[in-house]
């Protein structure tokens, strides 16, 4: 069987979700890897709910979207309601500490971690929350190498701020290896 | 990465890509979700490869700014979605009476009216026949991943050029806003197709609707060549005549030039065809979930083929009559409620049983409801 992982990243438009299922899918390929982003977005600019889309396989992936993901980034309540139904058995749900999710017992793993916390006080950039979730995110699966995701990281952020998004790289990793 | 030119491309990126390797210069029109990075990135593109992009005050000024570009001697496109598909419409028959060579793409979203903005459909399918009024040629083309855009964007332009003819590229928001690896071609495995131009020798008898040829040589304007551009029925020279006979010429010569071309217009695909108990045809983004729900029943030992269509216009009535006579059934999935499937049941339904899979919600088709499908049909 292929080697196939959905990973969906949901919050609310402005988040910068979109270009981290792009980076993530960069990075993807960097590995010699197959990858597709998507996403889905209201009419709003900003606000309202955003979702990214990434599956990474060694096969050809055919169809886009995800319809059970292994992990499922939430950074706001709304997001988590919408998307947790589809979130398989033994998935991931990485979800930033602000939110709170349903006291339920769950057969998928939880990692709660203050993403946008640590990009705004200990990266000194709330905008890099982004950042900080793709360095969690690879903590938690290794789905991607690190080598690869830097490179992707640092290819697509604008000049000037490659300090600042190696950090909350960094940052990311941090947070899942004290996680406990 | 690869030392390969391999990258992470969006569907409508490639769509621009695909149109600069075939040498588009112009880009006329106006923003629409979900075409507008095609607007976006040419208005990037061009002008440092030394071409113009205009945005204009609305669809129909586009797709007439886009005839005005391919008058005067350039590759021309424009890009739209079904609402402003619509509102093109006039000029577009004008285009193709008056036999201008460009490429109209739609990314096709969820309709009718201004309906989903933000999500996909096919639903445009018999627009792109039928949109415009009188009998008329059509090529319309439809990929269904970002290498495929990237191609058939060149194979629209290089059609436009041959056939001297609007051609209509069929895109959906799934393939216009997904992103997914791609290999850029060499530009020296690229085939690329120009317009018949005539000499300068031509310059005193040049008839730009030449009826001896299948595909009158064209002048650019500006160049010297006397000749008159009309939205009537028009002797050689362009010149209008209220005619029947030169009404019938002028008919069947532009009807002709893709009716004796099927062959080489008539793309398609086909997967697991060789033995089957049924046939799944589909195009665009939908065909994805047909073939991830093919390669699953193959494994499971079903004999499920798949066709998929890449020129939905004209129709490739020869191949599925052929196919509709080797196989039981035929399901048809497509993102509308069977704009396709009439056409395929006209041909096939004689001699098999042909159903329909359509949706028209805004939500893809997914594996399962394709592998559902083939249960209950096999």
Known sequence: ?180 | MPSKNVKLMQGNEACVEGALAAGMKFFAGYPITPSTEIAEISAQRLPRVGGKFIQMEDEIAGMAATIGGSLAGLKSMTATSGPGFSLKQENIGYAMLTEIPCVIVDVQRGGPSTGLPTAPSQSDVMQAKWGTHGDHPVIALTPSSIRETYDLTIQAFNFAEKYRTPVFLMLDEIIGHMREKIEIPDPSEIEIFDRVTPDESEKESYKAYDNNLEVPKMAAFGEGFRFHVTGLMHDEFGFPKNDTTVTEVLMSRIMGKIENNLDDIILYDEYYTEDMDLLILSYGGTVRSVLSAAREAQRAGKKVGVFKVKTLWPFPEKRITELSKTVNKILVAEMNLGQYFYEVDRVAGKNCEVSLLGKANGEPITPTEVRNKIEEVL
């Open chain 1, 1 to 180: 069987m292929a080697n196939r992982t959905e990973i969906r990243l949901t919050g609310s438009g402005g988040q910068g979700l979109i270009l981290a299922g792009i980076i993530l899918a960069e990075a993807a390929l960097l590995d010699d890897l197959n990858a597709i982003q998507s996403q889905s977005y209201g009419p709003e600019a900003r606000g309202g709910a955003s979702k990214a889309e990434v599956i990474i396989s060694d096969e050809e992936i055919f169809y886009p979207k995800i319809q059970n993901s292994d992990v499922l980034l939430c950074l706001t309540r709304e997001s988590y309601c919408k998307y947790i139904p589809d979130l398989k058995d033994d998935g991931i749900l990485i979800i930033d500490s602000d939110v709170d999710f349903d006291n339920i017992e769950t057969s998928y793993k939880i990692i709660q971690i203050p993403v946008i916390e640590t990009a705004t006080h200990e990266v000194g950039k709330s905008m890099v929350a982004n950042i900080v979730a793709l360095g969690v995110i690879q903590q938690a699966t290794t789905v991607v190498t690190k080598e690869s995701l830097e490179q992707a990281v640092l290819k697509r952020v604008p000049p000037g701020t490659q300090e600042l998004n190696r950090l909350a790289l960094q940052e990311g990793y941090k947070l899942v290896s004290n996680h406990t």
